[in-house]
């Protein structure tokens, strides 16, 4: 059992960052692929980034090259840098762990964290 809690959340202006991390509880940490996932009012559950195992990240095109994702097994935390942050990425955020490569879809991700607000303001 894996329980997840996001944290980092808030409300900023068009092009501030924000930094969100994802603390996690168990002893097989490491051995899973993190996820970030965000959801829009009305709309999806999307993909943003995943981090697995060895590092290996992959990344959702909307936000490659402005967030970053990293872990630290040792704090079993998981992070997700956004920077030049857009209303665009105004959503929920939450946290997965599964046991997958480089997963992207929600069903390869058994544990999820109750997420975390974004609002980017124009």
């Known amino acids: 059992q894996v329980q997840l809690v996001e944290s980092g959340g808030g409300l900023v202006q068009a092009g501030d960052s924000l930094r969100l991390s994802c603390a996690a509880s168990?002893?097989?940490?490491?051995?899973?692929?993190m996820g970030w996932f965000r959801q829009a009012p009305e709309k999806e559950r999307e993909f943003v980034a995943s981090?697995?195992?060895?590092?290996?990240?992959d990344y959702a095109d909307s936000v490659k090259g402005r967030f970053t994702i990293s872990r630290d097994n040792a704090k079993n935390t998981v992070y997700l840098q956004m920077n030049s942050l857009k209303p665009e990425d105004t959503a929920v955020f939450y946290c997965?762990?599964?046991?997958?490569?480089?997963?992207?879809?929600?069903?390869?991700?058994?544990?999820w964290g109750q997420g975390t607000q974004v609002t980017v303001s124009s």
């Open positions: 997965a762990a599964g046991l997958n490569w480089l997963g992207r879809a929600k069903s390869e991700y058994k544990y």
């Open positions: 981090i697995n195992w060895s590092t290996v990240t």
């Open positions: 168990g002893r097989t940490f490491s051995s899973y692929t």
